[in-house]
């Protein structure tokens, strides 16, 4: 579908919840730039940036990156993309970031993907990583070529600390105490669809269908 209006989006969704493959298919089949606050953060830490240098000591420190640190961050981002169409993955986490993107952009339209946590404990325990890129396989349905190597460097993969079982809990826990807050915020805006299920193919053509239900009442009044 050609976008005759810039179209911006957010996705949301625990981890472990097909967010990465939904995200990949939304920019693929409608030409979004997907723009991924993990990356933005790796790149910056690794660039040694003022903001990035910042960002390492919390993480080194165990704490949060503080809000108005990574709405810098984003919104530095964004602003080079100022007439772009995009999709914004792993950001706004908190109601104050949202509240920092929603006074420079409007959002149209926000996908959270709801996925029991029953579901997403089995993935993320299954889940091997590629560090140096944040590639993550999933030995149930997204193995690696090759088992235990990443598909594009060759590299070892690492089961991360993170994806024991008892790590998996409190991560969905903090999670839904932390992201409750903001799907709230963009369902009173009218602006949030949720999308129910335990596999992410079946997920997928109801995604897909909805945002092309959107783009097409947008480029109506546009037209």
């Given amino acids: 579908m050609v976008l005759q209006k810039i179209f911006r989006a957010v996705i949301m969704g625990p981890p472990g919840s097909g967010k990465g493959t939904v995200s990949a298919r939304i920019t693929k089949s409608f030409g979004l730039k997907h723009i991924s606050s993990g990356d933005i953060l790796r790149a910056n830490i690794n660039a040694k940036t003022e903001l990035g240098l910042l960002m390492k000591s919390c993480i080194d420190q165990g704490q949060l990156v503080p809000d108005d640190v990574m709405s810098r961050l984003i919104l530095r981002d964004l602003r080079a993309l100022n007439q772009s169409s995009w999709l914004l993955d792993g950001f706004p986490r908190t109601v104050s970031q949202a509240e920092a993107l929603d006074d420079v952009y409007s959002v149209d339209t926000v996908v959270n993907l709801n996925v029991p946590f029953q579901t997403i404990k089995q993935r993320l325990t299954s889940r091997w990583t590629h560090l140096p890129s944040g590639r993550v396989y999933n030995i149930d349905f997204n193995p690696p070529k090759v088992a235990g190597f990443d598909d594009v460097t060759g590299e070892p993969l690492v089961q991360r600390n993170d994806d024991t079982p008892e790590t998996v809990t409190r991560r969905l826990k903090a999670y839904q105490t932390q992201t409750e807050p903001v799907l709230e915020f963009y369902r009173s805006k009218g602006v949030l669809q949720t ?12 995604v897909e269908a909805f945002i092309h239900r959107k783009l097409f009442s947008l480029n109506q009044k546009v037209a």
């Fill in 195 to 206: 999308f129910s299920g335990t596999e992410t193919n079946k997920i997928w053509p109801h």
